[in-house]
C-alpha cells in the first residue's frame, strides 16, 4: 500500500527557513516524479515544486521560485522541500504527492500533509 | 496562467441523488483535466483522469465527460461519503486547480 508521510512543519518567523520532508513506502520510490502542492487554510489548492524520479528535473511556481528547493534521497525514500524566506503568504497545509504512472501532472497518492505557519 | 472556474460553489442535495458539478478554463486544455474529491480533514483523492477516465478503485457512480474548456463530474447516486469537496486540476499548461465545489448534505 502506498504511504506518504509528510513532516517538519510548525510555525517559523517570517524571514526564517523551514525544511519539510516526506517519507515515502509501499512502492518503488525512486521510480517516480514527486510534486509538492500546498493549500493555505480554508483555501484550494496550489501547485509548489516537482522532481524527477532522479532528481535531476526539477520545476517551480513562480510564486516559491528562488526560495524554495525541492530534492530527494532515494537511497532513504524521502523527499524534502527546503523553504527559505518564508512569508506569510506560504502558511499552508503542505502535501507530497506521487505523480500517476503513465499521466504525468496527475496527482494519484497524497501523504496526509504537514501544516507550515509563518508568522511572527 | 489556465484560470479554473468551478460551479455552483456549493451543491445542496439529499443521499441518492445525482449530483453534476461543472469545470471551465479560461483557455482549452484538451482532455487535460482530473477531479478530485477532497473529505474534511483529509487529503485530496484522484477520481478521474484525462477527463473521463476513472481512478483506480474509484466507484462507477463517478464519472466524467468533456474536452477543450468544458468539463463535467457526474455522481449518480450520492453516497453518504460522497459529500464533500470536489476540485477540478488541469496539466495542459503547468497544473493549476480550481477554486472547488461543495457538495453539502441538503
Known amino acids: 500500500q502506498v504511504h506518504l508521510v509528510e513532516s517538519g512543519g510548525g510555525v517559523v518567523q517570517p524571514g526564517l527557513s523551514l525544511t519539510l520532508s516526506c517519507a515515502a513506502s509501499g512502492f518503488s520510490f525512486s521510480s517516480y516524479t514527486i510534486h509538492w502542492i500546498r493549500q493555505a487554510p480554508r483555501k484550494g489548492l496550489e501547485w509548489v515544486a516537482v522532481?524527477?524520479?532522479?532528481?535531476?528535473?526539477?520545476f517551480y511556481a513562480d510564486s516559491v521560485k528562488d526560495r524554495f528547493a525541492i530534492f530527494r534521497d532515494n537511497s532513504r525514500n524521502t523527499l524534502f522541500l527546503h523553504m527559505n524566506s518564508l512569508r506569510a503568504e506560504d502558511s499552508a497545509v503542505y502535501y507530497c504527492?506521487?505523480?500517476?504512472?503513465?499521466?504525468?501532472?496527475?496527482?494519484?497518492?497524497w501523504g496526509q500533509g504537514t501544516l507550515v505557519t509563518v508568522s511572527s | 496562467e489556465v484560470v479554473l472556474t468551478q460551479s455552483p460553489a456549493t451543491l445542496s442535495l439529499s443521499p441518492g441523488e445525482r449530483a453534476t458539478l461543472s469545470c471551465r478554463a479560461s483557455q482549452s486544455v484538451s482532455s487535460s483535466l482530473a477531479w478530485y474529491q477532497q473529505r474534511p480533514g483529509l487529503a485530496p483523492r484522484l477520481l478521474i483522469y484525462d477527463a473521463s477516465n476513472r481512478a483506480t478503485g474509484i466507484p462507477g457512480r463517478f464519472s466524467g465527460s468533456g474536452s477543450g474548456a468544458d468539463f463535467t463530474l457526474t455522481i449518480s447516486g450520492l453516497e453518504p461519503e460522497d459529500f464533500a469537496v470536489y476540485y477540478c486540476?488541469?496539466?495542459?499548461?503547468?497544473?493549476?486547480f480550481g477554486p472547488g465545489t461543495k457538495v453539502e448534505i441538503k
Open positions: 504527492a506521487r505523480q500517476r504512472d503513465g499521466a504525468a501532472w496527475y496527482f494519484d497518492s
Open positions: 486540476q488541469q496539466r495542459s499548461s503547468w497544473v493549476t
Open positions: 522532481i524527477s524520479h532522479d532528481g535531476n528535473i526539477k
